[in-house]
């Protein structure tokens, strides 16, 4: 929090050089994922070799979670962006002077590696900035601001892929990374708590019931709009509901700006009902799965357009939803374990995220059909509600009777 004093302006000087690092991180996730054809062209390979490349890079991004927020916890936020920064930068360039898939899977996961250090810096930047009624506001919006890496990398990546060929553009690609490390090491200010020992700080994060209430609440509210987003939305669309690719493409751009147009809405109100974060929780469980019972149970499985709006709308708030995740760590957890309690979340969202990526994948080999591949939702659905019930009531029972340092009140 901001000492009394201090330039209250300096605060939103960091953030800003932390949310630009991690809008160049997003650039670089999704540079792959704008040019698969021409990858798929310069490999020689097809799309499950492909589709390799990016598990890689998500897997080493999940892998990552907890080591890093130990690490951040231990370093500050400042060198786990520059050390992020760099690592992303090795990773494109050696992704630009690839030609064979050995090489180019090496540089991927580095990719992968620098990413999963940014997003944990950038928010612990937040929780030792800012006071703690603005913190889910802030937090929403470096998701937001994030986003417009996703942009970034589209059209200019396509555009310059064309024009110049690969490897001049994932190397301007890698030049982003130093930009990012260079407005780091210039604009960013670290505040580093008292060390613990690593193992001592996963413990005590896992230990604490609010840290897994933050879990389950990311990983019931992410994983349906990151399994639609990152690869079966658009097939199911197209393939699952006869869209025209165009019209599919148009649902998709409307889900990415419904959430970035919820995420502020959703901070706004877990800043200024903080009690009531659980209910948010629940609610954005039950809108989603209401949305997809009424698209997967439609007369002749091809839902009119207005059910499909409603489902992007649904979707739309998840990403925001599970941010909420994030919010509760910082809330039950002392500074000086954030971070890991900070991975200890994201990891926890990104496993039930990848899980229901690869459910989807074995049931459409199995029975052909989306309307059962996106029925093994509902489990994780309910499993998730349960366990976000079941916590709550611990970290209450626990905040009751030992309050954490955290200045912020256990959740309702």
Not at 11 to 32: E, K
Not at 59 to 84: E, F, H, N, T
Not at 212 to 232: P, V
Not at 351 to 377: C, E, N, P, T, Y
């Amino acid at each position: 929090m901001v000492q009394k004093g201090e330039n209250s302006r300096k605060p939103l000087i960091y953030w800003t050089a932390g949310v630009l690092a991690y809008m160049v991180a997003v650039f670089h996730r999704q540079s792959l994922g704008v040019t698969g054809i021409d990858a798929a062209t310069r490999f020689g390979v097809g799309s499950a070799a492909l589709s390799t490349l990016a598990m890689l890079q998500l897997l080493v991004y999940a892998a990552m979670q907890i080591p890093v927020g130990v690490l951040v916890d231990r370093l500050g936020s400042k060198r786990m962006l520059l050390i992020g920064a760099a690592v992303m930068a090795l990773g494109q360039f050696l992704f630009a002077v690839s030609t064979g898939l050995a090489s180019a899977a090496a540089g991927r996961m580095l990719v992968g590696c620098g990413d999963a250090m940014t997003f944990i810096s950038v928010i612990r930047v937040v929780n030792v900035w800012f006071p703690p009624r603005r913190n889910p506001l802030i937090v929403q919006l470096t998701g937001l601001i994030g986003q417009f890496g996703a942009v970034v990398s589209a059209v200019p990546l396509i555009s310059s892929l064309h024009a110049y060929g690969w490897t001049p553009t994932f190397l301007w690609a890698a030049g982003l990374g130093v930009v990012a490390l260079a407005v780091v090491a210039a604009g960013l200010r670290d505040r580093r708590p008292e060390r613990l020992p690593a193992a001592s700080g996963v413990r005590a994060a896992w230990a604490e019931p609010g840290t897994r209430l933050g879990m389950w609440t990311h990983a019931a509210t992410q994983c349906s709009s990151a399994a639609f987003t990152i690869l079966w939305g658009y097939p199911f669309l197209v393939q699952g509901q006869g869209l025209s690719p165009r019209t599919a493409g148009v649902l998709m751009t409307a889900l990415t700006l419904l959430a970035m147009a919820c995420g502020p809405l959703l901070g706004y109100l877990a800043g200024r009902f903080p009690l009531r974060r659980s209910w948010m929780v629940l609610t954005v469980i039950g809108v989603t799965a209401g949305a997809w019972t009424l698209v997967l149970l439609w007369p002749g499985g091809h839902a009119p357009l207005w059910t499909l709006g409603l489902l992007m709308l649904a979707l739309a708030t998840n990403g925001p939803g599970s941010v909420i995740g994030f919010d509760y760590a910082r809330t039950f957890n002392p500074a000086e374990r954030i971070g890991v309690a900070t991975g200890i979340v994201n990891g926890g969202g990104f496993a039930a995220s990848m899980s229901l990526i690869a459910l989807v994948g074995v049931v459409m080999d199995l029975q052909g059909d989306f309307r059962w591949a996106f029925a093994v939702q509902y489990p994780i659905w309910l499993l998730g509600a349960v366990q976000v019930v079941r916590y709550r009531t611990r970290a209450r029972r626990r905040a009751a009777v030992h309050p954490t340092p955290a200045p912020a009140p256990a959740p309702a």
